[in-house]
Nanobody, 123 residues
Framework: QVQLVDSGGGLVQAGGSLRLSCAASGGTFSSYAMAWFRQAPGKEREFVAAITWSGSNTFYADSVKGRYTISRDNAKNTAYLQMNSLKPEETAAYYC????????????????WGQGTQVTVSS
């Protein structure tokens, strides 16, 4: 069973960048597809990006395509989310998630979650 720890959030001005990290332990990291979701207060958890176990395929929400990049380093048991050109409406808690299933847009398909890291984008 894998445990996930999110980090890298913070306060950034609109147009700025942040890089989130998700450190995994307790499982075979390379067996898991990974994803990032976000949740703003009063809203449902929203898919952001996903990556297959090998890193060969990535998937993005339309709203972040061209600005965000998901990646992973299986040797370091870590997944990343590089976020550029951030917008105030992207203020949310960001969560990494892992699944032994195929990459999915649905949070219901992910059994393992990080604790979340807060991203605040000021205007």
């Amino acid at each position: 069973q894998v445990q996930l720890v999110d980090s890298g959030g913070g306060l950034v001005q609109a147009g700025g960048s942040l890089r989130l990290s998700c450190a995994a332990s307790g499982g075979t990291f390379s067996s898991y597809a990974m994803a990032w979701f976000r949740q703003a207060p009063g809203k449902e958890r929203e898919f952001v990006a996903a990556i297959t176990w090998s890193g060969s395929n990535t998937f993005y929400a339309d709203s972040v395509k061209g600005r965000y990049t998901i990646s992973r380093d299986n040797a370091k048991n870590t997944a990343y989310l590089q976020m550029n050109s951030l917008k105030p409406e992207e203020t949310a808690a960001y969560y990494c998630a892992a699944t032994l299933r195929r990459s999915s847009w649905s949070p219901d398909d992910y059994a393992y979650w990080g604790q979340g890291t807060q991203v605040t984008v000021s205007s």
